[in-house]
């Protein structure tokens, strides 16, 4: 029961087999009780440790679905609970601190950055700084919309067939290092 519980495939079967195996054993070594018994104890604490995060995913669920931009976080392509309550606790919950979309997406680290030195202008690379977390979101949102939204699953298809893959953020080779101007002091 436990294994179908948790959605094992063929759980029956395992569970049969294991139990034939169990039987069919005749050798007795030393310190098998003390082992079973350590087994037994581990179990447990995994089994307990398992009810502990199933009730914490129920107050993040509970939480995440009071605040206000919960429904519009949601219906993100791969944004469940447990990413929406980490997007809302990167960036405080307020959509408003960040004045645009350009903005949010380079404090996550989605937009290239410009390096330009002089005359020389265009030239973008990865940012250095950027809020990890926050992008952790967005990368696992991105790879959950693959398997469950049609449209993104098509989109990046179409990109990986066309060459392009999957780099975001790449903004190519390094520029050269920015020398002065011939007027300019040393």
Same mark, same amino acid.
């Given at each position: %029961? ?7 495939k063929g759980a029956a079967v395992l569970a ?21 018994? %350590? ?7 995994? %089994?307990?440790?398992?009810?502990? %995060? ?30 929406? =309550? ?11 601190? @960040? ?7 380079? @404090? =996550? ?51 990986e067939k066309r060459g392009k893959g999957t ?20």
């Amino acid at each position: %029961m436990w294994l179908k519980n948790r959605k094992v495939k063929g759980a029956a079967v395992l569970a049969r087999t294991a139990v034939d195996a169990v039987r069919a054993q005749h050798t007795a070594l030393p310190g098998k009780q003390l082992a079973a018994a %350590m087994v037994v104890r581990l179990a447990k604490g995994v %089994m307990v440790l398992d009810d502990e %995060m199933t009730e914490l995913d129920a107050l993040i669920e509970t939480r995440f679905q009071q605040h206000l931009l919960a429904e519009v976080i949601r219906s993100l392509p791969g944004m469940g609970a447990r990413l929406g =309550a980490e997007f809302i606790a990167a960036t405080g919950g307020d959509m408003q601190a @960040f004045g645009s979309a350009d903005h949010l997406a380079g @404090f =996550a680290g989605l937009a290239p950055q410009p390096r330009d030195c002089g005359r020389v202008s265009g030239n973008l690379h990865s940012p250095r700084r950027y809020h990890r977390g926050l992008l952790r979101t967005r990368y696992l949102s991105v790879m959950a919309s693959l398997k469950s939204a049609p449209a993104s699953k098509a989109y990046y298809s179409a990109e990986e067939k066309r060459g392009k893959g999957t780099q975001t953020g790449s903004a190519g080779p390094r520029p050269p290092p920015c020398r002065p101007s011939v007027g300019d002091a040393p």
